[in-house]
């Protein structure tokens, strides 16, 4: 990098600081952040560990608080849940509290919460979160709580998620995958009857135009979903469940953060390889998703007993673990279908699809998560030009629109809510984090 780009980074960068720290302060809720105001008022799992990788730069104190509001609402079983509901905020959310019924079951927490789960990214945020002060998470005792909570919830995912036994966790709702409506799950979700009669007026489309949200046809599908696994006392072992899908990206975060529960216990003075070698088992077990032909990862229909053969973004979360598919996984990132460097930022599915949208919600645009998972990746495989034209694009994308939800990959027009917080967290952690993020 030239001395004069490297100058108009750091400005850029500087200027894409003082917003996010702006952003993450407006959407503070005492002990937890908001992805957003108005579109999502209570507090997401897979979202608070994004952002507290932000957050451990301005104050790791509140890193850890962000992080440890998420693990109380553990529920006994050791799931930790997707949703923990504000029951102070006027803003409405289907499916909310009134819908899940969630404690009224037994074994859950006294704090409303959703049934179902989001990606497992959360003892890496806790290792990233530790690192950020050492000193302080020993004084507060921040790891070890965390590292009993998280034990839990990983015994929850390998005893109760691996419904295909084949050492891979699947999910029973396309949003526990937290890339709702991807055209990869469309297959999977046609038979799925459709309950049109659950959905209440939507009050999404308040905040967000609807071609940037999933239709109505997808939210019954959705409802009927949920409203089952509720009604069977969110049991994972309903045998005859309508939806259960291997998904490359949820499984590739588990095992990043099995390799982070074995650096907490090597930290805490106990024995790391029992993780290390679960990262390793998960690892070997992403293979059964591998799609030669595709250059990529893909998901699995259990039910259908199928792969299904969509590019996502998805597929490509394994280029944080390394091994022996990167060169084809870079390959694919490089070639058409999703032009790393020629368009922006990393788009959410196959550019070259014929049903790809720009605009629709994980249906095409580019996500400030993903991209810095990518970028995050190549930084760890030594391609820093990559990388830093990632984190450029990201700051820039930032700056130009106040924090955007996504954007067009092709255009880069905004699209979603704005001010959203895993978009500053993460484009802030891009700017500040020094040496290696991946665990």
Known sequence: MSADSAD???AAGQRAGERATEVLRANWRGDHTVPARGLYPHQWSWDSAFIAFGL???????????????LRAQWDDGR????VFNTATTETYFPGPQFWRSTQLPGTPDLPTAGLIQPPNHAWAVWAVHEADPALSQRSGFLRQAYTALLRWHEYLRNRRDRGGRGLICAVHPWETGMDNSPAWDEPLAPVPRAHDVVPERPDLRHADPSERPSDNEYAHYAYLAARYRDHDCDDLDAGFPFLVEDAGM???WAISERALARIADALGLDPDPHLEAARAIEKSLEHLWDGDLGVYVGHDLVAGRNLRRVTVGGMLPLMLGGPRTGHLLETLRGPRFRLGEVTMVPSYD???DDVDGAAYWRGPSWFNTTWMVMRALEQLGEAGLADGLRRQMVTQALQHDFPEYVDPWTGEPHGTRSFSWTAALVLDAELASGPVLP
């Open 8 to 10: 108009t980074r750091s």
């Open 56 to 70: 451990r730069h301005l104050d790791p104190a509140r890193a850890q608080q962000e992080l440890l509001s998420l």
């Open 80 to 83: 930790l849940p997707q949703i």
């Open 251 to 253: 499984n590739a975060l």
């Open 351 to 353: 550019l070259t699809a």
